[in-house]
């Protein structure tokens, strides 16, 4: 399958498009007229897979008064028969505007994903792969006719979703985009009900660079997540992993409850995996219970050692955020700005 991709760009994108293309990736660049008017109806003329388009589209044209979110919001607000929902990526080398739509961009309810050139350049078979993602979620939310069990492929484990999650995604929305970046959003790049191999990891107390981390992660297939997105993110359901802890492997204790040193003795000893080695962190933490990972150093992380992070409103189904003493050490002037007033008083102890 081909997958078509219409760029707006106000400059010559002709390098990038040629390093950014592939055999399943074709790129029709396009250089936005002045009528706004004009431009939607060059999208609807070739009816692309996914929308690519510059922030600034201003320097090279007489279309002072435009930019993406402009565009992004015109179409978003015309979606009908004529004008298909389909993912909008944000590109640009401007990178306090890609780092605002990283952040929340879904707040602005205009693109799915943000990126710098750089950045996707770099990269170019991972953007390409996270561009199909999008687009692969509109299918199947479509697909499935916006039922979130079979969107989140829980073949009928309904107690996994929170239930404010079900009010928020129920049917009466039928908007692909709404339920593609909710999810996205909300499940997929937070640790809460989902978690990643980095918490998988800490929470297991189990080092991935350990020869078993490959077989202890087949062990754990049956509790991976496969609903949209599972192709680019590799997430495990917390509660699963939990109960495999306690039913399974039937450990007297929660897996909360102990150290990383027993949590990989309880390992090897259950699953007859000796090449397992303890996951280490930094030196100046005290807790060896580690359920979380710093924000800085990605390295696991007790919440009892972490200092946390204010400068997210999180949902009641999501883990709150943290970093260690030694990674706000190593970025004083980012950390100071999110963290408590307490929290600051601290870190001056460690910083003389």
Not at 3 to 25: H, N, Q
Not at 268 to 285: A, I, P
């Amino acid at each position: 399958m081909v997958c078509k991709v219409f760029y707006i760009e106000d400059l010559d994108p002709e390098s990038r498009i040629e390093t950014l293309k592939s055999d399943s990736f074709k790129i029709v660049s396009f250089k936005p007229d002045v009528n706004i008017d004009d431009i939607i109806q060059k999208i609807i003329d070739e009816n692309p897979d996914i929308i690519l388009m510059d922030y600034k589209l201003t320097e090279g044209s007489e279309l002072s008064y435009c930019d993406a979110p402009t565009i992004a919001s015109t179409l978003r607000s015309k979606y009908n028969n004529a004008i298909k929902e389909r993912p909008i990526v944000l590109i640009s080398t401007l990178d306090n505007i890609v780092k605002l739509y990283k952040k929340d961009y879904t707040s602005h309810d205009l693109f799915d994903y943000a990126i710098s050139k750089e950045r996707a350049l770099e990269n170019t078979e991972y953007f390409r792969c996270k561009c199909l993602s999008f687009l692969n979620s509109y299918t199947d939310i479509v697909k499935n006719k916006f039922d979130l069990d079979k969107i989140l492929g829980l073949n009928g484990e309904i107690n996994l979703i929170h239930s404010k999650i079900r009010i928020q995604l129920n049917k009466d929305i039928q908007s692909a985009y709404e339920f593609s970046r909710f999810i996205f959003e909300h499940l997929i790049r937070c640790s809460g009900l989902l978690i990643g191999e980095d918490i998988l990891s800490a929470r297991l107390g189990v080092s991935k660079d350990s020869t078993d981390w490959g077989k202890l992660k087949e062990k754990l297939l049956e509790y991976k997540y496969i609903g949209i997105f599972s192709d680019v993110y590799d997430r495990w359901w917390m509660s699963k992993i939990e109960f495999w802890w306690n039913d399974i492997l039937k450990i007297d204790y929660p897996l909360r409850q102990y150290d990383v040193t027993e949590r990989v003795l309880l390992l090897q000893k259950q699953l007859g995996l000796n090449d397992l080695n303890e996951v280490k962190s930094s030196s100046m933490n005290l807790s060896k219970n580690y359920w979380s990972i710093c924000k800085e150093t990605q390295l696991p992380l007790d919440p009892f050692d972490g200092i946390e992070l204010l400068d997210e409103e999180y949902k009641p189904w999501q883990d709150k955020e943290y970093v260690s003493i030694e990674g706000a050490l190593q970025n004083l002037e980012k950390y100071s700005k999110i963290i408590s007033e307490s929290d600051k008083r601290e870190l001056r102890k460690y910083n003389k």
